[in-house]
């Protein structure tokens, strides 16, 4: 297994099936560097690749999930380097994983940290969370998703809100907002994050995989396409082997013996 600095992964969950990746920088809250966020790129991709594990949880620490970009590597970057490097552009390998990843978020979830949490499939928080879109005090806007993803999570209003003064939400708002699926004592939101990534881990992989393509596409599509799309991925279950067991599981009254296939 790689070692890494910046983070820390481990399986967990009945024979392993759940991920967990834990962002441990501690000395800048977890803000996101780029060797950091090199080193999750590829613990999610070696989680991708691991037949036995059915989902993924993203953690930080409990003062904070991640404090957002690493200020003091932007301070004193141009634009030309940045456009030419494509600045950020392999963050988005966390919302192209096939296997849903669910972000465990306690304390600071801020720019480059909210926008991460938000490229995972659904936020747990501890009731200490707090969310935000700072980049406007640093004379900067989100550069990956916090105008958009969080507009689509929470409606315009508020996003422009967040967005436009850079406060922070507590998660008690972000849950009724709809941004965070539910909250819970700070030290147990991971053992939650991770009996929900087992309990996914349960299903066929295959089968989970094609529904959360199809989940995600209600973002990109139209309804009419949307509804296609998801019509003829449901036509696709048909010719997998985990359809015809889950099916005959069923009327046998027994557990399915799924085979991700
Ligand atoms: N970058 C670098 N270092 C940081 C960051 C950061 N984002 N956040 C905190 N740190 C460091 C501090 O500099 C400090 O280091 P040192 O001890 O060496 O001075 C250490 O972490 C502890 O931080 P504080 O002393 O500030 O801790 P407090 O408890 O007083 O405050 C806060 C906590 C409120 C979270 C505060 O640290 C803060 O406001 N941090 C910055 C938050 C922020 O503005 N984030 C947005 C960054 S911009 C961004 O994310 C742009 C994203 C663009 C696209 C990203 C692609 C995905």
Known sequence: APTYEHIMVEKRGEG????????????????????LMKEVKQALLDLEADSCVGAIVLTGSEKAFAAGADIKDMQNKQFVECYNGNFLNDWNVLSIVKKPVIA?????????GCEMAMMCDIILAGDKAKFGQPEIVLGTIPGAGGTQRLTKAIGKSR???????????????????????????????????????????????????MCKESVNNAYELSLSEGLHFEK?????????????????????????????S
């Open 16 to 35: 392993g099936n759940v991920g967990l990746i834990v962002l441990n920088r501690p000395s800048a809250l977890n803000a996101l560097c780029d060797p």
């Open 159 to 209: 996003s422009m809100q967040m967005c436009l003064t850079g406060d922070m939400i507590t998660a008690q708002q972000a849950s009724s907002w709809g941004l965070v699926s539910s909250v819970h004592p700070p030290d147990q939101v991971v053992d939650e994050a991770i009996k929900l990534g087992q309990k996914i881990s349960q299903h066929s992989k295959l089968i989970v995989a």
């Open 104 to 112: 465990a978020v306690n304390g600071y979830a801020l720019g480059g």
């Open 232 to 260: 003829r991925l449901f036509h696709c279950t048909f010719s997998t082997n985990d359809r015809s067991e889950g099916m005959t599981a069923f009327i046998e009254k027994r557990k399915p013996n799924f085979t991700d």
